[in-house]
Antibody, heavy 124, light 106 residues
Framework: QVQLVESGGAVVQPGRSLRLSCAAS????????LHWVRQAPGKGLEWVAV????????YYADSVRGRFTISRDNSKNTLFLQMKSLRAEDTAVYYC?????????????????WGQGTVVTVSS | DIQMTQSPSSLSASVGDRVTITCQAS??????LNWYQQKPGKAPKLLIF???TLETGVPSRFSGSGSGTDFTFIISSLQPEDFATYYC????????FGGGTKVEIK
């Protein structure tokens, strides 16, 4: 069965960096685009970034562009999110999610499988 | 950027009720609209994609319709397990979620 397991969440000070990971199993990892989606405490969902199935294209939300970088290692079935210059408003549960569009290099479509999330808290 | 206006933000309903949620896009997104269900402390679950296509395994009491800028999500007969928050999400240009609708027990 499809599994996505996030890790790397932590409490960090404003301005610092953090890298999240998402280990995938149960499907052909290199065939699907993958996303990061976040949810601030008590708030709604916010799409963060997507990377194409081969890692050749990336798209970002305006709120994180220039500070966050999405990447993947298809040899290790792992997705990453490098976060720099963190702000209080980046505090959230971060989910990795699979896009249902096989072999897509666009910005994505629907999220058909999700991880359980990892918590990032940005606070001094 | 495409903004998604979802309404209502919350509603109270009873088991067996018909529930309707709407989502309006700030520009034409064709049928590029999905619906999710999220229960507290859990990841969202895809219910409907491409405005009206039911995801595999999702009960037929859930349905979606619409195209362009106006979309509707319906639960035909609310069940106890349906009390949750529902989100629309567009992918006409990048990806954006609506603000969510919390469906509570009346």
């Amino acid at each position: 069965q499809v599994q996505l397991v996030e890790s790397g969440g932590a409490v960090v000070q404003p301005g610092r960096s953090l890298r999240l990971s998402c280990a995938a199993s149960g499907f052909s990892f290199s065939s699907y685009p993958l996303h990061w989606v976040r949810q601030a405490p008590g708030k709604g969902l916010e799409w963060v970034a997507v990377i194409s199935y081969v890692g050749s294209s990336e798209y970002y939300a305006d709120s994180v562009r220039g500070r966050f970088t999405i990447s993947r290692d298809n040899s290790k079935n792992t997705l990453f999110l490098q976060m720099k210059s963190l702000r209080a408003e980046d505090t959230a549960v971060y989910y990795c999610a699979r896009d249902r569009a096989l072999y897509s290099s666009g910005w994505g479509s629907a999220f058909d499988f999700w991880g359980q999330g990892t918590v990032v808290t940005v606070s001094s | 950027d495409i903004q998604m206006t979802q309404s209502p933000s919350s509603l109270s309903a009873s088991v067996g009720d018909r529930v309707t949620i709407t989502c309006q896009a700030s520009q034409d997104i064709s049928i590029y609209l999905n619906w999710y269900q999220q229960k507290p402390g859990k990841a969202p679950k895809l219910l409907i994609f491409d405005a009206s296509t039911l995801e595999t395994g999702v009960p037929s009491r859930f349905s979606g319709s619409g195209s362009g800028t106006d979309f509707t999500f319906i639960i035909s007969s609310l069940q106890p397990e349906d009390f949750a928050t529902y989100y629309c999400q567009q992918y006409g240009h990048l990806l954006t979620f609506g603000g969510g609708t919390k469906v509570e027990i009346k």
